[in-house]
């Protein structure tokens, strides 16, 4: 690397969700002296909602990519190009920051953010674990779990969770129906979305009145709203993070019917708005900010009839309601404030130059066909695999 002074590098996918809402706090609310890049990695051949947004960085940019069309080789290689210079750290949040590592070592510290208690990032952190330094879980569940995935690497496994921007306007009660948010990702597989029509016919057989508000875009939002043809719900799109923020404190509860995190944002930020969370029973992060029945409600995953009874309990009590509204509220103050979280982090990225590990040797990349290749011409791959998939019918 060139002498220019040391940096810290996020690299992010740029799709919609928790990732880059926790990456993007962690940018605006640095204090310490090193600069910080922002890459967006974006695959435009993924269906996924883009965030889209510009954070508080020193500079950003995207890297644009096509796989699996392109040569994954050329694709790391445009990432590795788009690095500015000089030492310090790399933060890495998915697999092609992670793969391009096994053929260029950055000249500086590499952190792995572990983003969900699944085996996604799990096995993410197994199979690049000669090119990390550093494992970053923020939930215990999470921490305590890698340590016994990579037990000889435990002590570069360390438990930070973050923080959010705490909300100058939180809720206020209102009569009338029970203002219901969910916000999010419109996926079923790990959000449980389709869960939501089913609660909200429970409740209106059972008589409660609610007024629901869905804040998020997904691959499974056209399927949501066929199932879900109600004149009780509002559809409010995909907004930008502030946007949302300043929204929050119009309602009353948030419903989360997930099955899978690692730290939920949106849950968090949430409460600091002052919303009772009425949330799927999981096993990382939740019980760490939600205690069951002070600060919010927790059914159990795909419990349809439990979610809609503890939305039923919250309407039908509002002076309870209140109290853990407050309660919420004040749980996220004391514990996950954003500039106080923060300060951890940047804690660790100042002693990159001990952490730093000498990188490996050049290691062959853990993805790939036989097309994929340093030797062979992105041109030629994309032209094999762009007729093959123009036949199959996929897009390219």
């Known amino acids: 690397m060139t ?15 928790g990732m880059l809402n926790i990456v993007a706090s962690l940018v605006a609310h640095r204090s310490g002296p090193m600069p910080h890049h922002v890459i967006l990695t974006d695959n435009r051949l993924s269906t996924d909602t883009r965030w889209g947004q510009r954070m508080a960085a020193d500079t950003q940019q995207t890297v644009r990519y096509a796989l699996p069309v392109e040569n994954i080789y050329t694709v790391v290689d445009r990432v590795h190009r788009a690095l500015p210079p000089g030492g310090g750290v ?29 085996d996604y990032y799990y096995d993410l952190a197994e199979r690049h674990q000669a090119v990390i330094d550093v494992f970053v879980a923020y939930s215990r569940v999470m921490y305590d779990t890698l340590r016994c995935r990579l037990p000889h690497r435990a002590d570069d496994v360390v438990h930070l969770p973050y923080g959010i921007p705490l909300p100058s306007r939180t809720r206020t009660a209102a009569p009338g129906p029970l203002r219901l948010v969910f916000a999010g990702r419109l996926e079923h597989g790990q959000k449980g979305v389709f869960d939501l029509p089913g609660i ?41 993070n502030q946007a949302l923020l300043d929204r929050l404190a119009d309602f009353d509860v948030f419903v989360l019917p ?59 009590d509002r002076a309870r309601l209140d109290t853990m509204s407050g309660a919420a509220r004040a749980a996220v103050e004391a ?18 130059q001990t952490r730093r590990r000498p990188g490996p040797a050049r ?34």
């Not at 019980?287 to 039908?316: C, K, N, Q, S």
């Not at 094999?384 to 019918?393: A, E, F, L, S, Y």
């Open 3 to 17: 002498s220019a002074a040391p940096n810290v590098v996020y690299v992010v996918p740029d799709k919609m969700g």
């Open 363 to 396: 290691l062959p990349l853990p993805y790939g066909s036989r097309l994929d290749q340093p030797w062979i011409p992105n041109l030629v791959v994309r032209a094999i695999r762009t007729m093959v998939r123009t036949c199959q019918g996929k897009p390219v």
């Open 90 to 118: 790399l933060v890495t949040n998915d697999l092609i920051e992670l793969a391009m590592l096994h053929r260029h070592d950055p000249g500086r510290m590499v952190v792995q953010i572990l983003h969900g208690d699944h």
């Open 258 to 316: 997930t099955r899978a995190e690692g730290f939920p944002v949106g849950l968090v930020e949430a409460m600091a708005a002052g919303l009772v969370p009425v949330v799927s029973d999981i096993p990382s992060g939740v019980p760490e900010v939600v205690d069951e029945g002070v600060t919010g409600l927790r059914p159990a995953v795909g419990d349809v009839a439990g979610f809609a009874a503890a939305i039923g309990a919250l309407a039908g």
């Open 200 to 240: 909200d016919a429970a409740l209106a057989a059972a008589g409660v009145d609610v007024r629901w508000t869905i804040i998020g875009g997904g691959p499974d939002e056209d399927e949501l709203r066929r199932r879900w043809a109600s004149t009780r719900v509002d559809w409010a799109g995909v907004l930008p």
């Open 335 to 352: 514990r996950f404030e954003a500039r106080e979280r923060t300060a951890g982090y940047e804690a660790l990225y100042a002693g990159w």
